[in-house]
């Protein structure tokens, strides 16, 4: 039981973080990121 609450507090974790990021990223623009890849 221990492990599975582990597992899912870090699931959590990482998906605040990363919708953290996708905010950032949409909040920075796509165009930034097309002259930086393209």
Partial sequence: MARQ???EGCEK???????RCA?????AGPRKL???TF
């Fill in 34 to 36: 097309r002259k930086t």
């Fill in 23 to 27: 905010i950032f990223l949409a909040a």
């Fill in 5 to 7: 609450q582990a597992r």
């Fill in 13 to 19: 974790r990482l998906f605040k973080i990363f919708e």
